[in-house]
């Protein structure tokens, strides 16, 4: 079946291709496996060229890549502006910092020299998902080719055209055939491609049904894996916050991207004191929230990303409804005039919602928040920590000691104080628990598929 590009804003069909064939796939695979021999034995300097040239063309081509963002997947256009900026600092980032972070590191040892070489592993796999159609793929892919690793990519099948179109930067920019590969495949064909003996590696972004899938045929095939899931991050407001600047961060955190990011807010979890105000103040905000197409300048929240995107999270919420959840605001599809051919959702907000309930503990990948009233912050903090996901979360207080302290003892892989969530290149991303394993970005995220090959200088004397 081809791959078809679609515009979540009217339903067009924007673009199709075809898929590659089994040997096509097979083909790319032992291309990028054989180019993995010479480029291990390339310098940083050499890499380096390559890839300031493309953090350079991401500046220049910044709007073309932008409005395809937009077009493929909903994205708004000042969000998919900032999304290729930061893709072309993380690919800077990595440039100018692999060397050192690779730097071989000497082991404080008694009558001998050793050292841990940092030796790259081979051809890896990254299967991507849509949401940030360029940064997750550059997040992966830069990192690892600065190491000498090469990369292919199987990207979400509803974003082709980026997915093309980073495979061409890639190509413009001088980095020689099978350093990164663009696969057209079918996610059934992934478990065959990390069973392959020329993959070295695999790393998924993307849901816990995927995440679980790809892990165990990692596993089962002995190969390093990094899984990059789902969160259903709490934001937790204490009765001493600003609740001015929380309700703008609640607004901000929980519409990022149109709703649907893998750190948006999506709990909010608020003290007893502060609550009524906040809901107030989040509803305001929240109904005030223009919808519409994502390269209008006026929108504040665009479409999903399709309309299965738009099903799926209409009928959770809907699940939540009928276990017994109030609707504060929104709770359906938004189908007024334009809206009606897009993949559109009201911004919406729950309360009410109760651990027994099936949704309590699902993702709700739209502009859907759901607000819980503690009676103080251990209650925050076991409600926080309720939950299969741990991947980030926000703690807001006048007190930083304080919000250090709750911070410490939530069960996730980040914790930001008095803002939402973000990503950062210098700082690690990633989760525990049912929201994965592994770190990306910093020097963790070079560090996940690279060998720390001891060399140990022994004297000819030694036995
Ligand atoms: P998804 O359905 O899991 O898809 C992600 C990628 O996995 C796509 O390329 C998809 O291909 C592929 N895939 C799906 N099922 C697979 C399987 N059984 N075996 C191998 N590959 C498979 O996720 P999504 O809906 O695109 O993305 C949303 C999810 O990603 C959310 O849960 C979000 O929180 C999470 N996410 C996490 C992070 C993070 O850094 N932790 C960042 C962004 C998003 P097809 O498109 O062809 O199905």
């Given at each position: 079946m081809s791959i078809r590009s679609i515009n979540p804003t009217n339903g067009e069909v924007l673009k199709t291709f075809e898929p590659m064939t089994r040997e096509e796939a097979m083909q790319a695979v032992s291309t990028a496996h054989d180019a993995f021999g010479s480029w291990r034995q390339t310098s940083f300097d050499y890499r380096k060229?390559?890839?300031?040239?493309?953090?350079?063309?991401?500046?220049?081509?910044?709007?073309?890549?932008?409005?395809?963002?937009?077009?493929?997947?909903?994205?708004?256009?000042?969000?998919?502006?900032?999304?290729?900026?930061?893709?072309?600092?993380?690919?800077e980032f990595y440039a100018n910092g692999a060397e050192e972070f690779l730097a071989d590191q000497p082991m404080d040892v008694e009558d001998a020299d050793a050292y841990i070489q940092h030796a790259p592993i081979?051809?890896?796999?990254?299967?991507?998902?849509?949401?940030?159609?360029?940064?997750?793929?550059?997040?992966?892919?830069?990192?690892?080719?600065?190491?000498?690793?090469?990369?292919?990519?199987?990207?979400?099948?509803?974003?082709?055209?980026?997915?093309?179109?980073?495979?061409?930067?890639?190509?413009?920019?001088?980095?020689?055939?099978?350093?990164?590969?663009?696969?057209?495949?079918?996610?059934?064909?992934?478990?065959?491609?990390?069973?392959?003996?020329?993959?070295?590696?695999?790393?998924?972004?993307?849901?816990?049904?995927?995440?679980?899938?790809?892990?165990?045929?990692?596993?089962?095939?002995?190969?390093?894996?990094?899984?990059?899931?789902?969160?259903?991050?709490?934001?937790?407001?204490?009765?001493?916050?600003?609740?001015?600047?929380?309700?703008?961060?609640?607004?901000?955190?929980?519409?990022?991207?149109?709703g649907q990011s893998c750190v948006a807010s999506k709990r909010f979890i608020v003290v007893e004191p502060l609550a009524e105000s906040f809901l107030e103040g989040f509803k305001k905000q929240v109904e005030s929230m223009t919808l519409g197409d994502p390269l209008d300048d006026s929108t504040d929240l665009g479409p999903l990303s399709t309309e299965g995107a738009a099903v799926r999270l209409a009928e959770q919420v809907q699940r939540s409804i009928d276990a017994g959840a109030t609707v504060v605001t929104g709770g359906g599809r938004a189908t007024e005039g334009a809206l009606e051919k897009g993949a559109f959702y009201q911004p919406t907000i729950l309360t009410d919602v109760t651990p027994d309930m099936p949704t309590f503990d699902e993702e709700l990948f739209g502009p859907v928040a759901t607000v819980y009233v503690v009676k103080d912050e251990a209650e925050a903090i076991e409600l926080a920590n309720h939950s299969s996901y741990g991947l980030g979360g926000s703690v807001f207080s006048a007190d930083i000691e304080r919000a250090r302290k709750?911070?410490?003892?939530?069960?996730?892989?980040?914790?930001?104080?008095?803002?939402?969530?973000?990503?950062?290149?210098?700082?690690?991303?990633?989760?525990?628990?049912?929201?994965?394993?592994?770190?990306?970005?910093?020097?963790?995220?070079?560090?996940?598929?690279?060998?720390?090959?001891?060399?140990?200088?022994?004297?000819p004397s030694d036995s």
């Open positions: 060229k390559m890839m300031l040239k493309l953090s350079a063309r991401l500046r220049e081509y910044q709007t073309e890549y932008a409005k395809m963002i937009s077009l493929e997947m909903g994205k708004r256009l000042e969000e998919a502006m900032g999304e290729i900026e930061y893709c072309a600092h993380i690919a081979g051809a890896l796999l990254g299967v991507m998902p849509w949401n940030f159609p360029f940064y997750q793929v550059i997040r992966f892919a830069t990192p690892n080719i600065m190491a000498g690793n090469t990369c292919l990519i199987k990207h979400a099948s509803c974003v082709p055209q980026c997915a093309k179109a980073i495979e061409k930067l890639f190509t413009q920019c001088g980095f020689p055939q099978g350093v990164f590969t663009n696969l057209f495949i079918p996610s059934e064909f992934v478990a065959t491609i990390i069973g392959d003996d020329k993959i070295a590696g695999v790393s998924l972004t993307g849901s816990e049904a995927a995440g679980a899938s790809v892990a165990a045929e990692a596993g089962k095939n002995i190969k390093r894996s990094v899984l990059e899931l789902g969160g259903n991050d709490a934001f937790i407001v204490l009765d001493d916050a600003d609740l001015d600047q929380v309700v703008k961060m609640a607004v901000k955190g929980r519409m990022v991207n149109n709750v911070a410490e003892q939530i069960d996730t892989g980040m914790v930001f104080i008095n803002r939402p969530t973000k990503s950062q290149a210098e700082l690690p991303f990633g989760g525990t628990k049912n929201s994965g394993y592994g770190r990306e970005l910093s020097q963790l995220g070079i560090l996940e598929f690279i060998n720390k090959k001891l060399i140990h200088l022994g004297k």
